[in-house]
């Protein structure tokens, strides 16, 4: 039987790694649409990877987007103009996701970040890195050796905050990547699509599990968790029509 989603492919992205923890985004397209997503978090990166693989083949079926059935037989004595506009009737509202693609509008950035350059300069000499240090953590992380080419706020702040965290000596070649918080917040947005959430229903559960009004409040691991909590609740509405 050919299955309903057509042709698939898979995106595989690391979003956070220290010691011990790997949390690996899986996300399923077609003809270039996101069409379902899924976290896994392991002590290695294959083993979130399988584990969020196995999150989206629990509800993979239930999840995917319906395909266009059969003509409804006709009737020889039924005139065609008479008989095919009633099916298309009966199932106007296969439900739209409401527009809940954010809880509130993100801050703008910044324009003067001096302040946090500066911070960046003191967490380099509390870890004992020179510039060659630092541009092979750049380099691993950012894909160029100079801080210079940061051009995002957001990505700044990531680099920071990595380094808020690492202990006094700690190798530049081995230390974990930052949390991109860019990522982090595209992915809490579209679980929220999925589980068809408006505005009010997402800053409620926020709200409920971590005191905040919105998520521009939440740390990065913060938001990690968010997300998890999200996806958890996404799994549980697929669940439950299994168990009909």
């Known amino acids: 039987m050919e299955h309903p989603l057509g042709e698939l492919q898979f995106n595989v992205q690391l979003l956070h790694a220290e010691a011990g923890s790997r949390v690996v985004l899986v996300q399923i397209s077609r003809a270039g649409q996101v069409i379902d997503a899924a976290l896994g978090e392991a002590s290695t990166a294959e083993a979130a990877e399988d584990r969020a693989r196995q999150r989206l083949g629990e509800h993979l079926p239930v999840a995917a987007p319906p395909t266009s059935s059969a003509p409804t037989p006709v009737r020889v004595s039924s005139p065609p103009a008479q008989v095919q506009p009633k099916p298309q009737a009966e199932r106007p509202a296969a439900p739209s996701p409401p527009p809940a693609q954010a809880i509130e509008e993100p801050p703008a950035d910044p324009e003067d970040w001096s302040s946090e350059l500066a911070r960046l300069d003191l967490q380099l000499q509390r870890l004992g890195w020179n510039r060659e240090q630092e541009a092979i953590y750049l380099e691993r992380v950012f894909g160029h050796p100079n801080r210079n080419r940061l051009t995002s706020y ?48 997402g800053r409620a559960f926020l709200e409920q599990h971590f005191a905040l009004a919105g998520r521009q409040l939440l740390s990065d691991s913060q938001l990690l968790q968010f997300n998890m909590l999200l996806e958890e609740e996404f799994i549980k509405t697929r669940q439950k029509p299994l168990h009909n």
């Open 154 to 201: 957001g990505d700044l702040l990531a680099y920071l905050q990595a380094l808020e965290g690492f202990a006094d000596g700690s190798d530049p070649a081995s230390a974990p990547p930052p949390l991109r918080r860019k990522e982090l917040l595209s992915q809490c947005e579209e679980l929220l699509s999925q589980l068809e959430w408006d505005p009010g229903q």
